[in-house]
């Protein structure tokens, strides 16, 4: 009874400050805005096509200053409305507004409960839009006319989302490829995986973000690598596969990831992409509760570019030259993990890690991400 009063409580809570401290901004020399023009107000916008920013309060000022910057460095090409979501923020203005009221002109607040695409939801459900173009905290956009880039693929009818990246990444495939790194290792004394998972928990966890990133790319990229190593013991191929079984197996301490689909597994990154607002809705499922609902939303069986491709309809990536990419031409695109990434349309801590690895790095990532394609 307690436990259900609780969570009662906290739903209340969540819908409370869903709504509490909504914060509209107006261009300043629009004499038609009012005080009162909220999002999914049809007199508060001007087109039929929205750019969504998702401000996450935790992440702090700098990546929405990077955000805002990058935006008014990059003219979009075309008209819209701006929408930023306020996630997690406090009552009142606080520093972040100063800089977001510099581009967009409405605001919707949400909780910090959820991930992204629970945020994104919010966002759109309240919105009057056609097309909706959602961008998380990281993102800086990195090309003129970005806007219409974007748009210019849904000239084709039969396009159903367009990405700024896409990527070929099977998260059951890469843990698998990285755990066999380790038990190769196991029988020349390394560590046993208990303690290589408490050490990359302590990494993630104790650590400042940048230096995390560092540390986690530089051990996943050597044991990835070490499965194509020549000189690896052969032998104990066999013994890991019967490890690995175990691993993912129901009740295994890996089995959320036998959910995922293996390599090749084709979808877009949320961090920056455009959609049919109705077509988003209605793609969404139940319910987002876990980090692994939102990773299985990304790139899971039932994911959103899967259900883009269900109803018949194309999955694009959409570069910094303008051009189209087919699914089958993602890997040609120079964008996500592609060489120095030289056509990305918007940047994101993702891309930027990979700027920073070093060329074995590189190779590492680029080859879980696209296979032997990257080369």
């Not at 929408?83 to 949400?110: C, E, M, N, T």
Request: aromatic share 10%; net charge positive; proline share 5%.
């Amino acid at each position: 009874m307690h436990a259900t009063l609780a969570t009662l409580q906290r739903k209340r809570k969540r819908r409370l400050a869903d709504h509490s401290n909504n914060v509209v901004y107006h261009d300043p020399g629009d004499p038609a805005a009012k005080d009162n023009d909220m999002p999914g107000s049809p007199s508060a916008f001007s087109s039929d096509l929205a750019v969504v920013y998702l401000a996450r309060y935790a992440e702090g000022v700098k990546p929405v200053a990077n955000f805002v910057e990058s935006w008014e460095r990059h003219p979009p090409g075309i008209a819209h409305d701006r929408v930023v979501i306020r996630k997690g923020f406090p009552d009142g203005k606080v520093a972040q507004d100063k800089i977001l009221q510099r581009a967009f002109s409405h605001a919707v607040s949400v909780s910090d409960d959820g991930f992204d695409i629970n945020a994104y939801a919010k966002a759109a459900r309240q919105l009057p839009h056609k097309h909706v173009v959602f961008f998380n905290t990281f993102s800086e956009i990195a090309s003129d006319n970005w806007l219409r880039k974007l748009h210019s693929a849904f000239a084709d009818p039969t396009v159903g989302i367009a990405g700024a990246t896409g990527s070929y990444e099977s998260p059951l495939s890469t843990m698998k490829r990285v755990r066999k790194g380790v038990w190769q290792l196991q029988n020349r004394g390394f560590p046993k995986l208990a303690s290589f998972n408490w050490l990359l928990q302590v990494i993630r966890t104790r650590l400042p973000k940048r230096l995390a990133i560092k540390l986690v790319v530089r051990v996943v990229s050597y044991f990835a690598a070490r499965t194509t190593n020549p000189d690896r013991d052969h032998a104990l191929d066999d013994q890991f596969e019967a490890y690995w079984a175990g691993e993912i197996a129901p009740g295994g301490r890996l089995a959320r990831l036998n959910e995922i689909p293996a390599f090749p597994n084709p979808h877009i990154r949320s961090n920056a992409f455009m959609i049919e607002r109705q077509i988003f809705l209605d793609a969404l499922p139940g319910s987002i509760d876990t980090k692994n609902d939102s990773y299985l939303f990304e790139s899971g069986p039932d994911s959103l570019t899967q259900r883009m491709l269900q109803r018949g309809l194309k999955v694009v990536v959409v570069g910094g030259d303008g051009c189209i990419y087919e699914m089958d031409r993602w890997a040609k695109s120079g964008t996500f993990r592609l060489g120095s990434q030289h056509n990305l349309l918007v940047r994101d801590n993702q891309t930027r890690a990979f700027d920073d690895m070093n060329a074995a790095e590189q190779r590492a990532f680029a080859t879980m991400t696209w296979g032997d394609e990257s080369r």
